[in-house]
């Protein structure tokens, strides 16, 4: 019963049990080199006065201090940068003791034990300066931008706040601080147009460099780690940047912080109803995507109205004993809705045409989804991994055997290219 209760405490808060440990440890390399500086301090004393013992006493415990402090009590290794913090802390802590020795001195304490006492009250400061020292580093921070689509940003944003996560940097997203309105990111800290305005300021005037992950240009995983590591502040451009693993592994994290807004929400789920919650019904999300399609991979993957139709109607022949409600989102503001009816007349069909986020909500809240190859229905499958079918050609037939899940199609989309 203790074991597990240590687990769960080492589990849920492994900072603080990471900072007992050292204290623990910093207690034991205090007791050694209090007890060599107070072994010179006494022997200096018989022959000098109390301030002079005490320099000597502390400088002779200082070269034991540093040794233990860095291997011991933070189990790091010795650095220029680690060894100027240990000197300059404990010129804070010198100048520190020395006045409390004169106070102590000067309160008519005996010579033996004002030393002790100031140690007592200086050890925890010490071991605060000397933390902050050996632990704390600032951290990265990343502003992460790019020109295209919504979704095409969420994913952006979730490779490099991932990346970010496990390397204990920061990641903020300059476009979800002015744009796309839709999420809880948004009203996260940093996430404001004046952070965004002054980041982009700074990267325009080369103050802030960037990292641009082209994709004519990408790298493997370990090229784009290198890149990241050589900056301590960048204005990260291009969506093609990607750390899958790492992505799977924070991908709760990335759920929360594109959370739908409350109104987006409500918005949404009012569209679905009263079909959203019903038994018996089978909710299908149909994202048409037309606009740049039309030229996008030669027109490879713009599907007319007539070839959507089919693979509805297919996917309502495989699942007769259900009623089918279609969710149709889109952006071609001239889909014909009464000819979508009379191809399906078995299936009820919903038009949603609302926000570009309240569609994304009605798509993450069906129970299939199928469309063209697109980041949009991408990150819709995302949120309740529901299951999609990127169509892959016009004359392709549905089959439930080729409905596949985020987890899977997110480390795909290479070789779809920029969708």
């Not at 240009?217 to 291009?238: F, I, N, S, Y």
């Not at 952006?331 to 569609?359: C, S, W």
């Not at 199928?370 to 991994?385: D, E, Q």
Request: with cysteine; charged share 15%.
């Amino acid at each position: 019963m203790a074991t597990n209760w240590i687990d769960k405490l080492r589990n849920r808060y492994p900072d603080r049990v990471q900072d007992f440990w050292r204290v623990v440890r910093f207690g034991i390399t205090g007791t050694v080199s209090s007890l060599i500086h107070y072994a010179a301090y006494c022997a200096v004393i018989t022959w000098t006065g109390a301030a002079l013992a005490y320099t000597v006493g502390y400088a002779v415990g200082l070269i034991c201090n540093y040794a233990l402090t860095t291997y011991f009590t933070f189990q790091r290794h010795p650095s220029r940068n680690n060894l100027a913090g240990f000197i300059g802390s404990h010129i804070l802590n010198y100048i520190l003791e020395i006045v409390l020795l004169e106070v102590f001195l000067w309160m008519g304490l005996s010579q033996f034990l004002a030393p002790i006492l100031v140690m007592v009250i200086v050890v925890p400061i010490n071991f605060l300066l000397l933390r902050y020292v050996f632990i704390h580093r600032v951290a990265q921070t990343f502003f992460v931008h790019d020109r295209g689509q919504m979704c095409n940003n969420i994913l952006q944003f979730g490779h490099i706040y991932a990346w970010a996560r496990e390397n204990d940097a920061h990641a903020i997203s300059v476009r979800f601080a002015y744009k796309y309105q839709f999420f809880h990111i948004c009203q996260t800290p940093w996430h404001k147009f004046t952070v965004y305005a002054l980041a982009k300021f700074a990267a325009k005037v080369h103050l802030l460099p960037t990292v641009d992950f082209d994709i004519d240009k990408q790298p493997d995983e370990t090229g784009m780690d290198r890149l990241l590591r050589c900056h301590r502040w960048a204005w990260v451009d291009g969506w093609s940047v990607h750390f899958h693993d790492l992505f799977a592994k924070y991908i709760d994290e990335i759920r929360a912080l594109f959370a739908f807004l409350p109104e987006v929400e409500q918005a949404a789920q009012s569209r679905m109803l009263p079909w959203l919650t019903q038994q018996g019904v089978i909710k299908l999300g149909v994202h048409i995507r037309r606009g740049d399609y039309a030229r996008f991979m030669g027109g490879r993957y713009f599907y007319d109205d007539a070839t959507m139709q089919r693979f509805i109607s297919e996917f309502q022949q495989q699942h007769r004993d259900k009623k089918l409600v279609v969710y149709v989102c889109g952006n071609d503001p001239m889909l014909d809705q009464n000819a979508y009816r009379e191809a399906v007349p078995k299936a009820t069909f919903v038009f949603p045409a609302g926000n570009p986020g309240e569609d994304l909500c009605v798509l993450s809240h069906c129970d299939y989804i199928i469309g063209a190859p697109s980041t949009f229905s991408l990150v819709a499958s995302m949120y309740h991994r529901v299951p999609i079918w990127w169509i892959p050609a016009a004359d392709a037939m549905l089959d439930e055997n080729n409905f596949c899940h985020f987890d899977t199609l997110f480390r795909q989309i290479g070789v779809y290219h920029s969708l």
